[in-house]
Every structure is written in C-alpha cells, then in structure tokens.
Nanobody, 115 residues
C-alpha cells in the first residue's frame, strides 16, 4: 500500500506560480501512471496532467503551456509546476498513482487564485 501526501498549495494572485509536490510513502518506480487532478468547487474531479513510465506526458487543454508534471523516482515524488495561474485554476488538487488496476489518491491540497 502506498500513501500519498500533497503539499505546496496556497493563495496566489492571478499570473503567479505554485509548485505542488506529492510524496509517496513507498516506491512508485513501477507505477504505470502518475497524475494530478483538479476539482473546482461544485465540480467533478478532472485530469490536469499525467506522466507514464516512459516519461510521456499529457495535459488538459486548459493548462497546456502553463503546467508541467514531472517525477523524481529517487525521491518517490511527483511534481506539478503551475505558472501563469488563473482564477479558474482554483480548487483542490489531488495526485494519483496507478499500479495496473490499483489507484492510490492523496488527500488533496487547496489552490486559490485571486483575480
């Protein structure tokens, strides 16, 4: 079992940056996929960015060119660099790690972007 702990959220003005981290309690080297999801108030949880074992990344259209996902297997940590933040980026960000059919979720970190 892997436990995930997100950090790095906070309050930022529009145009600012934040770097989210997701630290795993165990090795995520063999994970098929690592991803970040965003849940805006009253909305469903949506995929923001994902990275698979070979390093291939995918992004939601709304964050392309602004967000970057990366992973440090030595530190068992997944990052989300968020630049040029917009008020619509406000919400809770969750990291997820997939081992085949098993998925582990973090508890989420709040990001609030003021206009």
């Amino acid at each position: 079992q892997v436990q995930l702990m997100e950090s790095g959220g906070g309050l930022v003005q529009a145009g600012g940056s934040l770097r989210l981290s997701c630290a795993a309690s165990g090795s995520i080297f063999s994970a098929n996929d690592r991803a970040w999801y965003h849940q805006a108030p009253g909305k469903q949880r949506d995929l923001v960015a994902g990275i698979i074992r070979d390093g291939t990344t995918t992004y939601a259209d709304s964050v392309k060119g602004r967000f970057t996902i990366s992973t440090d297997n030595a530190k068992n940590t997944v990052y989300l660099q968020m630049n040029n933040l917009k008020p619509e980026d406000t919400g809770v960000y969750y990291c997820a790690v997939f081992f085949g059919q098993e998925v582990y979720w973090g508890q989420g970190t709040q990001v609030t972007v003021s206009s």
